[in-house]
Structure formats: structure tokens, C-alpha cells
């Protein structure tokens, strides 16, 4: 089996170790005996997404993501058309902020999104720092033939990150935040929602890598590609995740014993 991922802009957008999300999924899915094919997409290439199984793109500064716009929006109908023919997407902080409507700067710049996400962002007055927990069991649907999956039955659906954004996320009807915050700022500094989903495709502030700490999510990820190019009913080996769970619950120590931090 092989699944193939393509990885937006690898060079201006990734922050805070983004890229380990994408080593993360590699790994998991070699160490299964599954092939990974990475497409690195950068500004200027003329990509079909057709052949996409998992859209990623990480967060960069707002520099970055000024001189990346312009393409991503020449890009944008394909990778919508992706989306919407259940392509799988992670997309973090800046790009999270570009897959939505727009994204105005401080500076009152407005970056046109690809409209993805029923989302817009408009960036605030201070920086929202810190280790977030949040808990995804409310709006994680066990859709597309994965409720029988151990890897997920035996998860709490928890995940932890680290957020470090001046933007402040609004999602509008269209779309289920990814979680409901246990510990951090969220979406728009007041600690209720994080991040969000729209069929496949998802969005998050949370750096860290994610993936790393939060195996079963990385896993979900790589059922719903598996799915997009083989059909329903795949499954996974099982893997020895103790590395990865002392990872996942030191970071929960950490942020459950630390001041909480919402505005």
C-alpha cells in the first residue's frame, strides 16, 4: 500500500518544528510497511491534486505567508477540489489562518484564504503563548468505517501542542472545531474552541510537532488517506507507542500544572 502527501510551501511555512508532522506520518506508516510518496509543492509549481491523499502545510510568520498567498490562491480551487473529492488535510497556524476566508495582519494587510475553512482571522494586540491541551471527543465523528478501530477506541481523543499566534480565529456555521480547550488560549484567546474541521481537511494552532505527541491522531490522519485511495475498511497494525505516550503525558503534566492562560 503506499499513500502520497503533499507538503505545501516545505521552506516558508514551517514553524516550530512543523515538519516533524509530516516525519511523524512517514514513520508511522513505513513502519506498517506503508510507501509515503512526499510531493514538496512550492511557489510557482503547477500541481494537479487529484493524486493527493493528505494536504499538509505548516505556519510561518507573517511575512511568509504575505509571499505565499498569492500562489496558494491560484492553487486554491484544485486543492479545494481535492478536499471536497475527501482528500485529507492538516493545515497549522498560518496556513490554518489561509485556509480560511482571509487573514488581516496588525498592520490592517489583508491575505485572501482559499475559503476552505468557513473561518477568517484577524490578528490581535498580543501574542497567545503557550502549551494547550484540548479534548476532540466532542466533535471527532467515527465516520468513514474507522469507529472499529483500536487505535481509536483505545485513545481519549486528547491532544497537546503548543500555540504562539497573534491571530484570532472566528469559525462560522459550516464547520466543528477540531476541540474543546482544556488548558490554553484556542482559536480566539478565550479558552473555549481550537482549531477546526471541514470533512477531511483540518486546521489547528497547535505547533510541536502535533503529530508526534498524539499518535492516535496521526493515525486517524492515515486512515482517512488510506480510505481516500483504497476504499472503506482498511485497517492498522497496531504499534508500541510507550515513547510516544510518555511524550503525550509529560506535555499533559506540564500544561494541567501550569496558570491557565485564556484573556
Known sequence: MKISLYHLYPEAMNLYGDYGNVLSIIKRCNWRGINVEVVNVRKGDDVDFSSADIIFMGGGQDRSQQVIAED????????????????????????????????????GIELPGIGIFDAYTVAGDRRLIGNVLIDCSEFMPRANGLQQSKLLVKSNLELVGFENHSG????????????????????????????CRYLNAFGTYLHGPLLSKNPWFTDYLILLALNHRYGKGISLAELDDSIEQSAFNSAKKRIETAKTTHL
Open 168 to 195: 484570532k480565529t472566528y469559525l462560522g456555521k459550516e464547520v466543528f472545531p477540531l476541540g474543546r480547550v482544556v488548558r490554553g488560549y484556542g482559536n480566539d484567546g478565550l479558552g473555549r474552541w481550537e482549531g
Open 72 to 107: 496558494l490562491l491560484a492553487k486554491g480551487q484544485r486543492i479545494k477540489d481535492a478536499i471536497e473529492g475527501g482528500t485529507c488535510a492538516l493545515t497549522i497556524c498560518g496556513a490554518y489562518q489561509l485556509f480560511g476566508y482571509y487573514f488581516k495582519t496588525k498592520d
